[in-house]
């Protein structure tokens, strides 16, 4: 009862859109696949053949939730809306977590070891998103909706993009509770690399322009031809024709 009474107040607390008691009782298909896993997981760690995993499958034809009956999740864990969501049978989630639709906590290998992910306390994964191996994702991390992460990170991180990459860890302000639902605040890592290339083409546009006011001095040997300037002169814009032509199957895709 008390483990109960902790699951309601979990659903109250981190969503707002829960009314009531009977609400979440009759309405939440994440709190339902909880329930039927805590038989499955019982049943499995006392060795019973096939009814967990017969236990695990109802769940999931119930909640739309499959969770493996090997797995091992933590108090307070909210799997909010739920559709979709697959847990591995040597996953580790630890309390507080929160875990949105369609995310996957999957193995990369065919080992009967420990081949999925940990996830310690208070970690958030958006919907969608994908932590795939034996990795470690630290406590109150946050991983951004349809990420796929394939590698462990600190605590505290945030973790965007395929593959997912390890932005810079979050301010002390952010890392309270109710910020963590705030999505729309993680951080581009693309826009922030297009953002820094249009800055260097800004810088080399300037240095170009100032380049092209100074005199330009073309060194000969002694006694060259009419011919060799020439010759020089035709080699400086064949160089610019071919640099030109180079950029331009970039952009085409040609040059992909």
Same mark, same amino acid.
């Given at each position: 009862?008390?483990r109960?009474l902790?699951d309601?107040?979990?659903?109250? +607390?981190?969503?707002?859109?829960?009314?009531?008691?009977?609400? @979440?009782? *009759?309405?939440?298909?994440g709190?339902?696949?909880?329930?039927?896993?805590? %038989?499955a997981?019982? *049943?499995?760690?006392?060795?019973?053949?096939?009814?967990?995993? *017969?236990?695990?499958?109802?769940?999931?034809? %119930?909640?739309?939730?499959?969770?493996?009956p090997?797995?091992? #999740? /933590?108090?307070?864990?909210?799997?909010?809306?739920?559709? /979709?969501?697959?847990?591995g049978?040597?996953?580790?989630?630890?309390?507080?977590? #929160?875990?949105?639709? /369609?995310v996957?906590?999957?193995?990369?290998? *065919?080992s009967?070891?420990?081949?999925?992910?940990?996830?310690?306390?208070?970690?958030?994964?958006?919907? /969608?998103?994908?932590?795939?191996?034996?990795?470690?994702?630290?406590?109150?991390?946050?991983?951004?909706?349809?990420?796929?992460?394939?590698?462990?990170?600190?605590?505290?991180?945030?973790?965007?993009?395929i593959?997912?990459?390890?932005?810079?860890?979050?301010?002390?302000e952010? &890392?309270?509770?109710?910020?963590?639902?705030?999505?729309?605040?993680?951080?581009?890592?693309?826009?922030?690399?297009?953002?820094?290339?249009?800055?260097?083409?800004g810088?080399l546009? +300037?240095?170009?322009?100032?380049? +092209? &006011?100074?005199?330009v001095?073309?060194?000969l040997?002694?006694?060259?031809?009419?011919a060799?300037?020439?010759?020089?002169?035709?080699? @400086?814009?064949?160089?610019?024709?071919?640099?030109?032509?180079?950029?331009?199957?970039?952009v085409?895709?040609?040059?992909?």
């Amino acid at each position: 009862m008390t483990r109960l009474l902790e699951d309601l107040r979990t659903i109250r +607390r981190k969503d707002p859109a829960a009314r009531n008691v009977v609400e @979440i009782l *009759l309405c939440y298909p994440g709190l339902h696949a909880q329930w039927f896993h805590r %038989l499955a997981h019982a *049943l499995w760690r006392m060795r019973v053949p096939v009814l967990p995993r *017969l236990v695990s499958h109802v769940s999931r034809f %119930l909640t739309g939730i499959e969770i493996h009956p090997g797995a091992t #999740l /933590g108090r307070r864990v909210f799997i909010d809306h739920g559709m /979709g969501v697959v847990i591995g049978e040597t996953a580790v989630v630890g309390d507080d977590c #929160l875990i949105y639709q /369609g995310v996957t906590l999957g193995g990369t290998s *065919l080992s009967p070891g420990k081949r999925h992910p940990t996830l310690e306390s208070h970690v958030v994964v958006g919907s /969608g998103a994908k932590v795939l191996g034996d990795i470690t994702l630290g406590a109150h991390s946050r991983v951004g909706s349809g990420s796929v992460v394939i590698k462990s990170c600190p605590p505290h991180s945030t973790v965007v993009g395929i593959p997912g990459r390890v932005l810079e860890d979050r301010p002390a302000e952010e &890392q309270k509770p109710g910020h963590e639902l705030e999505h729309a605040r993680l951080p581009d890592p693309t826009a922030r690399a297009i953002t820094a290339l249009h800055d260097q083409v800004g810088r080399l546009a +300037r240095e170009i322009a100032e380049l +092209r &006011q100074r005199p330009v001095e073309l060194v000969l040997p002694r006694g060259a031809s009419q011919a060799d300037i020439e010759a020089a002169f035709r080699s @400086i814009r064949e160089g610019e024709d071919d640099a030109r032509a180079t950029a331009m199957e970039l952009v085409s895709g040609a040059g992909i």
